[in-house]
């Protein structure tokens, strides 16, 4: 692409990039990614690290990466879910033709893209040519993942909030992501260690393995919010959503990716795949939200807002807000409960669309809820519902 001069310019070129493409379509989200590849296998991508990453927005500027593939030889086939292909200096020059009328803002908010751009091919520049390191994936449609790129795109979306937990096809993420030994945030594949073993401990060079996954910890690709904490990197999986003001503590708790907090919460228990967690709520030590492939018929758990569940309680229904699971209850779909008429009226009246009648209750019947208190009679065994009055409050200078 030739140096564009003006914004209208710019404008009028991404016009025309779409009329004369064939099939051309604006592509779901998109990123330039550095990616880690095998020691053994040099053309497996083990990570991809994205420094920006674009969902539904700046069309512009995959416009002007579309293009510039093309001037390379590089043609997108727009009737694929997914597309990663290679970049070189090449590429990258031609951007920046294209993105001059922005060069000076190149370094705000409103430009990242072209401070990737800017920022690589200086790199290039300095050390020559990295063509294989550096990569652009493109994701037109939501279906089942196919690549390392687009499912590390994915998760990026999932971490940053630029989707809802929930929000996006994710299957196929275990089959495309290879397991790997993590050393220090690096990946390395587990059958050149398995080759190498020997002469890497003789010669005191074998790396010190932190964890053997698929998936990244949280902490390795995600700056969290100025009063976010996390204690320990390993408590929080790449893919998770922490709203601001979420603390993990260390010990038992741990989150898991496609799934989260929505607003400031305590965390020192377990958040499993899929499960949401409502803000003002404390998710006790050693408590457990279920995932759905842990006992929930498949569906996803939500936990509204300011509820509580207590020490090694196991949360298998949705709750709603202001609730209460007392400490070390398990509480299932299939799970008896009890209910007198008086709290019953309680609940009502703060739940007015539940109708139902009686005495003994499924818990998922009550799932969704708001106001509810499980516990458990210490004399009979029996779990019984009442009416919660306790309001549950964050410590704020914690949160």
């Not at 370094?107 to 990737?116: F, L, R, S, T």
Request: negative net charge.
């Amino acid at each position: 692409m030739e140096i564009i001069q003006t914004a209208d310019a710019f404008k009028a070129l991404i016009q025309d990039i779409k009329s004369s493409l064939p099939d051309y379509k604006d592509p779901l989200a998109f990123g330039i990614c550095r990616v880690d590849l095998g020691q053994l296998n040099v053309e497996k991508t083990l990570q991809a690290t994205y420094p920006i990453i674009n969902w539904n927005e700046n069309f512009g500027s995959a416009a002007i990466f579309i293009q510039a593939l093309a001037e390379q030889g590089v043609n997108i086939d727009f009737t694929k879910s997914e597309v990663v292909c290679d970049i070189n200096a090449k590429f990258l020059k031609s951007c920046l033709n294209a993105f001059t009328p922005y060069s000076d803002e190149a370094y705000g908010d409103a430009h990242k893209n072209i401070q990737v751009v800017s920022s690589l091919y200086n790199k290039i520049m300095e050390s020559g040519s990295l063509e294989g390191e550096f990569k652009v994936t493109f994701i037109f449609e939501d279906t089942p993942l196919e690549s390392v790129e687009a499912t590390y795109l994915k998760l990026y979306a999932l971490s940053l909030a630029k989707v809802e937990i929930r929000g996006v096809n994710l299957n196929g993420a275990f089959g495309a992501l290879p397991n790997v030994a993590w050393s220090n945030g690096s990946p390395i594949e587990l059958e050149y260690l398995r080759e190498f073993e020997i002469d890497l401990k003789l010669a005191n060079e074998y790396p010190h393995i932190d964890f053997v996954d698929k998936f990244p910890r949280f902490l390795q690709h995600i700056i969290p919010a100025d009063n976010t904490r996390i204690l320990d990197t390993s408590k929080v999986r790449f893919g998770a959503q922490l709203a601001a003001g979420t603390t993990v503590m260390p010990g038992a708790s741990y989150i898991n990716f496609n799934a989260g907090t929505t607003g400031p919460v305590m965390v020192e228990g377990r958040i499993s795949s899929s499960a949401i967690v409502g803000a003002g709520s404390d998710v006790g030590g050693g408590a457990s939200i279920l995932g759905v492939l842990s006992g929930t018929d498949g569906n996803p758990i939500s936990i509204g807002k300011n509820t509580l569940l207590g020490a090694n309680s196991t949360c298998g229904i949705p709750m709603g807000d202001g609730c209460i699971l007392d400490g070390g209850l398990a509480i299932f779909a299939g799970t008896k409960v009890s209910i007198n008429a008086q709290e019953l009226s309680k609940i009502k009246e703060v739940n007015i669309n539940f109708k139902n009648e009686g005495n003994v209750f499924k818990a998922k019947d009550l799932a969704g809820l708001n106001g509810l208190h499980f516990r458990q009679n210490s004399q009979t065994g029996e779990m019984t519902v009442s009416r919660s009055t306790r309001e549950i409050k964050l410590n704020a200078d914690l949160h």
